[in-house]
């Protein structure tokens, strides 16, 4: 089994930032791609960023150039950069991570998994 651990979410000033983090542990032996999705009330779940293993980022393309994602692949653990946020980019944002885990024995899976989702509130 995997886990990811989201961190960083928050109640932030129309204008300000915040720094999301998710870290993944388990059973892994590779992570792939990972990404940040978003879901606000009343839409349905919707791309923010993803990250290939190579730190190539893809982003939606209304969000460019506010948000940057990255990640960490010694510590398993991508990050979402939000700058410049608006009362619209609030949701409860999402990881998502692509892993090759260690089933046992000679054994291996490829699996989606997702974090519990972190609150980001933008308001004045």
């Known amino acids: 089994q995997v886990q990811l651990v989201e961190s960083g979410g928050g109640l932030v000033q129309p204008g300000g930032s915040l720094r999301l983090s998710c870290a993944a542990s388990g059973s892994i032996f590779s992570v792939n791609a990972m990404g940040w999705y978003r879901q606000a009330p009343g839409n349905q779940r919707e791309l923010v960023a993803t990250i290939t293993s190579r730190s190539i980022g893809n982003y939606a393309d209304s969000l460019k150039g506010r948000f940057i994602i990255s990640r960490d692949s010694a510590k398993n653990t991508v990050y979402l950069q939000m700058n410049s946020l608006k009362p619209e980019d609030t949701a409860v944002y999402y990881c998502?991570?692509?892993?090759?885990?260690?089933?046992?024995?000679?054994?291996?899976?490829?699996?989606?998994?997702w974090g519990q989702g972190t609150q980001v509130t933008v308001s004045s």
């Open positions: 998502n991570a692509d892993v090759t885990e260690h089933l046992g024995g000679s054994s291996y899976g490829r699996v989606s998994y």
